[in-house]
Nanobody, 123 residues
Framework: QKQLVESGGGLVQPGGSLRLSCAASGSIFSIAAMRWYRQAPGKQRQLVADITSGGSTNYADSVKGRFTISRDNAKNTMYLQMNSVSPEDTAVYYC?????????????????WGQGTQVTVSS
């Protein structure tokens, strides 16, 4: 089954840390770029960070120096280490990836989303 599944969300106090994971499953041939997005209530979904298959990263200005994106290609998994969180980081966090699946001799590349995981920063 082709899917991305996020985990690790929850309630955290301001200044605390949280680690999100995103695991891709199915008959995966390769995964190119992977990304974390977030969407706060009443706001548009925004890109938080992205990482290439080679490990190059980019971050939104609002999270630079606090969040770290990483991936384990052998496990088809991406992570987001969130440090020094603030209430402004409260949102549903979604993972997204460009995944090539195979079935027999056929290969199909698609743009996949996870179901989202809630992160709430509050005292």
């Amino acid at each position: 089954q082709k899917q991305l599944v996020e985990s690790g969300g929850g309630l955290v106090q301001p200044g605390g840390s949280l680690r999100l994971s995103c695991a891709a499953s199915g008959s995966i041939f390769s995964i190119a770029a992977m990304r974390w997005y977030r969407q706060a209530p009443g706001k548009q979904r925004q890109l938080v960070a992205d990482i290439t298959s080679g490990g190059s990263t980019n971050y939104a200005d609002s999270v630079k120096g606090r969040f770290t994106i990483s991936r384990d290609n052998a496990k088809n998994t991406m992570y987001l280490q969130m440090n020094s969180v603030s209430p402004e980081d409260t949102a549903v966090y979604y993972c997204n990836a460009d995944v090539t699946y195979y079935s027999g001799s056929r290969y199909n590349t698609g743009y996949y989303w996870g179901q989202g995981t809630q992160v709430t920063v509050s005292s």
